[in-house]
């Protein structure tokens, strides 16, 4: 049920802002709540609607130090919360963040000093500030210092890799986010005064235990850059990789031997990576060969790389994989094949060379409680016949860069134990994130680490907190009400297509994923439901206000989510609501009676149109945008009306 926060104050007459609940605010913004590093997506989209394309930029970029990289490549956990999908699809975030930051971002002709000025600072830089060793230029490790840097820290990054961006360099294929890009957001934290050490293995030249003598704290986020394999026979011929393997060294341009008959077992995204990598590899392992033995121009490309036969198994159904469906359609339109329901059961040979796979049928993938939980029907053997056999089941984190006397707990899944909170270990001063801390992470998420540790750190060293944060409020007009985004037929508006480049252009390197047009990308904001603003039912007896249960705001209801209905239907039933209703003031709805009836309406399916607003003939009903104060002016400017 639709309530009010718990705790308003006063009106403020001057800005129409008043203080709000916190909670309040996170259970009706599930966008920005999925949010890793909790980005207004629906305030930046509503803007992008706008032509406020600038603006827009800053809301995406404030919390982000990769956003022009999570446009191309994050996994987007705000558009699996987007409340838009219970009408059609979720809007096309990602995407979106993309078109702007193409036109603002470390991709466009902004300089370095023009980004700075959009940056959030976490905390004013300290004086004096403290010295900290990275270990891992990823995307946890580089977040970190990125933070550090801007709260006045000297951060030093530390990784055993030629190259800067962790597994976004390493793992991501190029068709996927291109390498200018990383190599601009990682210029952009140089440019904030981080130095990089690249080449630097810890635990050879460098121990971790000097690392702690030298700096005054350390921040390990070296990932998880171990493939995981099978315990089944043949794992050990020559043929058989890791998706891990196979993509670092691809990426790295390493000489590898790839066959023609290409097999990649798993159905996730980094399985997809894989196969899609094997389409576009050269063939050849001659190490003076042009763009690294991997990326050949586009005819070498169309002669070779889309000459291979290329084949995923998976234990799943396609309904079942964990893979982005985008990702197994652009795969099959890329000429990839796939076998469902089989699963590995050992690797054939001859002369010590993969020759085929052999697999069983499976009889079930989750059990019961939908874990997962395989099962293999005996006697259903088959064989694929491969050259090479690419296993993309997991990764794992390898430790042994501490040394045997580390001191640092450790869990049983072989990660760097840690304080969820801050991400401090059981060594005082040290601090770990990203997939080492938490075993295999999506980007965005190891972002958050990173930022989260850099305050821990700042914390460590300076002792300063954070005060707790405010949340503001705008109460709209209700009589003459004029809901600014009740225009059009907003609700109606089905989720664009995100452009692609056609197959046959597809080189090695060539971008797919390609940007929305203007016109795209306006509609596509404009399709945002608004869920910072909020329908408020909120009797007051003394301002005349009260409701009458006329049932109006249930009649004009669009989408047939409020209903009024007689208490008695409720008395000595809780137990059947999926949650307790909740007066407006947010307290329990506790029965003393048989009078009286419950407002009730279902937020999930609110398309934040107002008509109920509108329609009550009191003024009970209001409309209410809930905010945080550095978005509130920018949110301001996509509450006018179009």
């Not at 999908?85 to 470390?106: M, N």
């Amino acid at each position: 049920m639709s309530a009010a926060p718990s705790s308003l104050a006063s009106t403020d007459p001057e800005s129409g802002l008043r203080a709000a609940n916190a909670d309040w605010l996170q259970t009706n913004l599930p966008c920005q709540s999925a949010c890793p590093v909790h980005t207004h997506a629906g305030g930046y989209v509503s803007l992008i609607a706008q032509g406020r394309y600038r603006e827009a930029y800053l809301l995406a970029r404030r919390p982000n130090p990769f956003a022009s990289i999570c446009g191309r490549i994050c996994a987007h956990p705000c558009e699996a919360a987007c409340r838009r999908k219970s009408i059609d699809a979720p809007i096309s975030i990602r995407a979106l963040k993309r078109f702007v930051t193409e036109r603002f971002g470390v991709e466009s002709e902004a300089s370095p000093q023009e980004i700075l000025e959009v940056v959030e600072r976490p905390r004013p830089a300290a004086q004096p500030g403290g010295r900290v060793a990275v270990v891992g230029a990823g995307p946890a490790g580089l977040s970190c210092a990125h933070d550090l840097a801007l709260m006045g820290h000297e951060a030093v990054v530390l990784d055993a890799a030629p190259v800067a961006g962790g597994m976004m360099r390493l793992g991501i294929p190029e068709y996927r986010l291109p390498r200018d890009l990383i190599e601009k957001e990682v210029g952009f934290i140089r440019f904030l005064g981080v130095e990089i050490r690249l080449g630097v293995e810890i635990g050879k030249e460098v121990t971790f235990q000097q690392l702690r003598q030298q700096f005054d704290a350390v921040f390990l986020a070296p990932g998880c850059r171990r493939g995981r394999g099978l315990k089944i026979p043949g794992m050990e011929l020559e043929g058989v990789l890791t998706a891990v393997d196979f993509l670092v060294d691809a990426n790295l341009g390493i000489p590898l031997q790839v066959g023609e008959n290409v097999l990649v077992v798993g159905g996730g995204n980094v399985a997809f990576d894989a196969a899609r990598t094997a389409r576009r590899f050269g063939g050849t392992s001659q190490p003076d060969e042009p763009h690294h033995n991997l990326m050949f121009d586009a005819a070498v490309m169309a002669a070779k790389a889309y000459g291979k036969k290329v084949t995923m198994l998976s234990l799943e159904s396609r309904d079942e994989m964990p893979a982005d469906a985008e990702e197994i359609e652009e795969s099959l339109r890329e000429g990839v094949k796939l076998i469902h329901r089989r699963g590995p059961d050992a690797v054939l040979g001859e002369d010590g060379r993969v020759r085929a796979l052999q697999t069983l049928d499976v009889s079930r993938v989750f059990d019961e409680s939908g874990r997962f939980s395989p099962r293999f029907v005996k006697g259903s053997e088959k064989r694929i016949d491969c050259d090479t056999v690419i296993f993309a089941i997991g990764q794992i984190a390898d430790l042994s860069f501490l040394g045997e006397d580390h001191g640092l707990e450790v869990t049983p899944q072989n990660t760097v134990a840690v304080e969820r909170t801050t991400l401090a270990t059981s060594l005082a001063g040290v601090y770990a994130g990203g997939d080492v801390a938490f075993g295999p992470r999506i980007v965005i998420e190891a972002v958050a680490d990173g930022r989260r540790a850099a305050k821990s750190i700042d914390s460590y060293l300076t002792g300063r907190r954070d005060e707790a944060s405010a949340i503001v409020m705008r109460r709209f007009d209700t009589f003459g009400y004029d809901h600014p985004f009740a225009v059009g037929d907003y609700e109606r508006l089905q989720r664009g297509r995100i452009p692609t480049l056609e197959v046959e252009r597809r080189s090695g390197a060539a971008e797919v994923e390609m940007s929305y047009s203007q016109e795209q990308a306006r509609r596509e904001g404009a399709r945002c439901l608004h869920c910072w603003i909020n329908t408020i039912f909120d009797s007051r007896t003394m301002s005349g206000s009260e409701c009458i249960q006329c049932g109006g705001c249930a009649d004009v209801c669009p989408e047939d989510c409020i209903d009024l209905v007689s208490l008695l239907r409720f008395e000595g039933r809780e137990e059947l609501l999926q949650q307790p209703l909740r007066l407006p003031d947010g307290c329990p709805l506790t029965f003393t009676g048989s009078n009286g009836a419950a407002l009730i309406k279902d937020e999930t399916a609110c398309i934040r149109c107002g008509l109920c607003a509108r329609r009550c003939p009191v003024g009970c009903i209001t409309m209410q945008g809930f905010y945080s104060p550095q978005d509130a002016e920018l949110l301001k400017l996509c509450e006018r009306a179009l």
